[in-house]
């Protein structure tokens, strides 16, 4: 290795160590004797940069996948991007436009030679950019939703629901993006309570001079109106039976009708019915026999329907109808009115409900066994809480809407002759049905093709099964599936999760995953989530460049409980940073120390490798747990504690030789041994750092390397030691408060006492030792009274005196003394009040018990002593 470099400068090192991993193989997975650990990436958009939210999901997917390989397991992360029909077909237009194409002067063919350009150019960016991350996948494994493989599996599941009578089209109210130009699911509808008008509308009762007042947020419709429906049982409308009304600005004579959907305390009780652009008008029309006028284009303007406004935007439209209908009369009154408006995931335009034949999938006939399979934990959620939402949504399940009108995407394996529709995987197939119907003089040409293609979604919900080419060959889907986790965000628990549940089902009869941990939404300190339009989200590379990936995964993860939102702060990264400074800081004082060549370990070195090993195998012991738990959290933040505090300020201190000293080679291999752990265990958090550290540590074989070395297993803890050194650095740490308090120089060598007892922390020579060096005194000493001139010291109920020649002020000593007091005695009535609770008693473990019967004991001795402390000081 180089030379160790004063500061630790992360563009040195990471991406030297990226490709070294790389060009070794270590990525690569392919089955064999081992156990496997599969994950499949959530997909990113192929139009998609790197952002927060990435950096969140896919470091816990790195930090698990490193994890599994340490653990000797055959860790395959399958990394892929989605073609996303809708947005990648925006920038393909808008590039076009740029250039003066429009996509209607261009074939199909044409357009997609463009889509295609415009993916190999810019669709890999941000699988790059994951790489700046440190994410470990296997790219020779990179998948793409529309690539061969992927494109044949979804044309082949199509079909296949198809021919089971799971899968039809119909002409149903559908969500239109009129932005998109093309049909939404549900799920890709976003509701907002947002502040609109209400408009109070005059219509004219057919030959009386009456009028029914109508409140409507959409007035634009008013020229599609086919009725005007009030409650059955509304005496304010009972004269009106077998009456028509007049439609206003198009003076249309339709019906009033009476139906139960009516509510009666909503405006005024009467509704305007419009059936080609509202879902519930929609079914009243069907229940009425009603009209069903479209007056909408597919890109929200006005068509010739509508008799008025033609070609005019629907936002247009409507602010030209309010002062249309105030001129004449018929508006009332308008007034802002708080109600859910619906608007495109992708597009973020209005949602316009239309009339449309599209493709659905019966989700009614997958969706049990799915159901069953979390509600069972048979798929394990974490957090939790998240299986109520998925019930919820399962046991509403409507049919998934799956044709979008669009040219990026797969298309639509459905081809027409006459009135007929054929459903094969090739065109041949197709024609092949069709001449069995038709005769054989039936042509190839004759065959149209739907125009559609689907649902982007369409092909991720196979995304577990096509990622290991599971509809071409068996051999790796049987390794490697069902995958161990998906690692993706609570946002797409519809839209992705259920879905890839019920295709696992569907095609394979098991389950896709093992379990599922759902990320929290990446928010800045407000709260508020990340986005480009607050101008909170900030540039993913730039941190990576600013405090490196492992600053950046530190603060992204210290921040990040388990399932709950992160809120992120770049003081965390920077924390991240200080982090890998410290630990390359505690490499160099390790390798600058002089190594003695025949020197015999001190006992006490020994003794502090004892402690340091057991508090190692304790916290190893403790995140496993928190590991199996995905507390993730908690694994960062246990490990950056013991890093920092247990072995870089406590035991490099009590190991550490004396100035100009050397160190003896046994103590300096308990250090490196420690080190070489922490850096094992340290790896899939922060990558890199450990990485190099393991190597400047000692000498290394070819591909001894810590990417592939073994996480550390918990051996014995010996909790005496762990106890004897914990009342150690309370000693010491009160030994150096008190310096600072009296303003004592910090290595003066100063006496300490401690009155005999019949257990005295300092009977083992080795922890006095350690005690002087840690507290620089010249002497510990067991007395049968205490001196004077100095400070008592009271720790783990044992009394101290820390002589200097410095007077005491006893008022001030009094005051510690009492505050002291005073807290102890608090402790004492807690503790007692929870004993003295029989439930608790009578139901709690009893080693619980028996810890707060010890706590009692300590407390009415610690409150004994400083009550002594006190009498002493008054006489």
């Known amino acids: 290795m180089s030379k160790i470099t004063t500061r630790y400068n992360p563009k040195d090192v990471e991406d030297r160590w990226y490709a070294y991993w790389e060009d070794r193989g270590y990525f690569y997975s392919e089955p064999d004797d081992r156990e ?165 509308v005059r219509y004219q009762v057919e030959g009386t001079d009456e009028y029914i007042v109508i409140a409507t947020t959409r007035p634009e419709t008013i ?52 059936p080609a652009h509202d879902p519930n008008d929609y079914e009243i029309g069907k229940r009425h026999d009603l009209e069903t006028i479209n007056i909408l284009n597919p890109d929200g303007t006005l068509n010739a329907n509508a008799k008025v406004y033609i070609g005019e935007d629907r936002e247009i439209a409507r602010k030209k109808i309010i002062k249309d209908l105030e001129a004449s009369g018929q508006l009332v009154k308008v007034e802002d009115y708080l109600h859910s408006v619906g608007r495109s995931e992708r597009t973020q335009a209005v949602v316009e409900p239309r009339l449309s034949l599209q493709w659905y999938v019966d989700m009614k006939s997958l969706a049990e066994p799915a159901l069953k399979a979390v509600m069972t934990d048979e798929i394990e959620f974490f957090p939790k809480q998240q299986k109520n939402t998925y019930r919820h949504w399962m046991t509403n399940i409507r049919d998934w809407c799956i044709s979008r009108q669009l040219w990026w995407g797969h298309r639509i394996p459905a081809y027409y002759f006459k009135d007929d529709v054929y459903v094969a995987v090739t065109k041949d197939e197709a024609l092949e049905e069709a001449r069995r119907k038709h005769g054989a003089d039936i042509s190839a040409d004759q065959l149209t093709q739907d125009d559609d293609v689907l649902d982007t979604w ?34 797409i628990i519809f839209l992705w999760v259920a879905r890839m549940v019920m295709a696992g089902y569907e095609w394979e009869g098991v389950k896709p995953f093992h379990q599922v941990y759902f990320t929290g939404m990446v928010r800045d300190q407000q709260r508020r989530k990340m986005s480009k339009s607050l101008g909170n989200s900030p540039d993913a590379l730039k941190l990576i460049a600013d405090f490196g990936a492992d600053g950046v995964r530190f603060g992204v993860l210290s921040s990040s409980p388990a399932g ?6 770049e003081k965390l990264c920077e924390q991240g940073r200080n982090f890998c400074n410290k630990m390359w800081n505690a490499l160099r004082l390790i390798k600058g120390w002089d190594v003695a060549t025949t020197s015999a370990q001190p006992q006490e070195a020994v003794y502090a490798a004892q402690w340091i090993n057991s508090k190692l195998n304790q916290l190893i012991h403790e995140t496993n747990k928190d590991y199996e738990d995905y507390r993730l959290s908690d694994v960062t933040m246990k490990l950056y504690s013991f890093v920092w505090n247990d072995f870089c300020s406590w035991y490099l201190e009590m190991i550490k030789p004396a100035y100009r000293a050397s160190i003896d080679p046994e103590t300096l291999e308990d250090v490196v041994r420690v080190f070489e752990k922490i850096c094992s265990l340290l790896h899939p958090l922060m ?87 840690m507290a620089f005194l010249d002497s510990v000493k067991i007395v049968t009274s205490l001196p004077e001139n100095g400070s008592s010291l009271l720790s783990d109920n044992e009394k101290y005196f820390l002589q200097y020649d410095v007077h005491v002020n006893p008022e001030e000593e009094k005051n510690r003394i009492e505050n002291d007091l005073k807290y102890a005695r608090g402790f004492v009535d807690s503790v007692s009040k929870k004993l003295s609770n029989e439930r608790f008693v009578n139901n709690a473990p009893v080693d619980v018990v028996n810890r707060e019967k010890k706590k009692l004991a300590d407390g009415l001795d610690r409150v004994r002593i400083l009550e002594e402390n006190l009498k002493k000081l008054a006489k």
């Open 564 to 569: 709950g939102d992160l809120l992120f702060d």
């Open 36 to 200: 496997a650990y599969s994950i499949v990436i959530p997909p990113p958009n192929v139009t998609g940069i790197l952002h927060m939210g990435h950096m969140l999901n896919n470091t816990v997917q790195d930090i698990l996948i490193r994890k599994a390989r340490l653990d000797g397991k055959n860790a395959c992360w399958v990394p892929g991007t989605d073609h996303a029909s809708i947005a990648t077909e925006a920038k393909v237009v808008r590039m076009l436009r740029e250039q003066g194409i429009k996509k209607s002067d261009l074939t199909r063919e044409e357009f997609l030679d463009y889509a295609w350009a415009w993916k190999e150019k810019y669709g890999g960016l941000i699988l790059q950019q994951l790489r700046k991350l440190g994410a470990s996948c296997d790219w020779q494994r990179t998948a793409f939703t529309m690539d061969e493989s992927r494109s044949s599996a979804v044309i082949q599941a199509f079909v296949d629901l198809y021919n089971k009578g799971k899968l039809y089209r119909d002409y149903r109210m559908v969500n239109w993006d009129p932005q998109g130009q093309t049909v939404l699911s549900n799920e890709e509808v976003i509701h907002n309570e947002e502040t609109t008008q209400l408009c109070h």
């Open 687 to 773: 990558p890199f750092i450990t990485e190099e550290i393991w190597h400047h540590l000692r000498d290394r074989l070819e591909g001894d390397d810590c990417m592939v070395s073994q996480y550390p297993q918990s051996k014995t803890i010996d909790h005496t030691i762990l106890q004897k050194v914990e009342s150690l650095k309370h000693i010491v740490s009160t030994v150096r408060e008190t310096r600072n308090a009296k303003q004592l120089k910090p290595k003066e060598p100063l006496n300490l006492y401690v009155e005999a007892a019949p257990y005295n922390l300092v009977k083992n020579d080795h922890l006095a030792i350690l005690m002087c060096k």
């Open 223 to 274: 020229m599609g109106d086919s009725a005007v429906a009030v409650h059955p049982v509304d005496p304010r409308y009972e004269r009106y039976r077998g009456k028509n009304i007049i439609v206003p600005i198009v003076h249309r004579i339709v019906p009033i009708v009476y139906d139960d959907y009516v509510d009666r305390e909503f405006g005024t009780g009467a509704l305007k019915i419009t």
């Open 458 to 491: 369409f092909s991720s919900w196979l995304w577990p099964i096509t990622c290991f080419n599971g509809f071409e060959s068996r051999r790796e889907l049987e390794y490697y599936y069902p995958t161990s986790i998906l690692v993706t965000g609570w946002d």
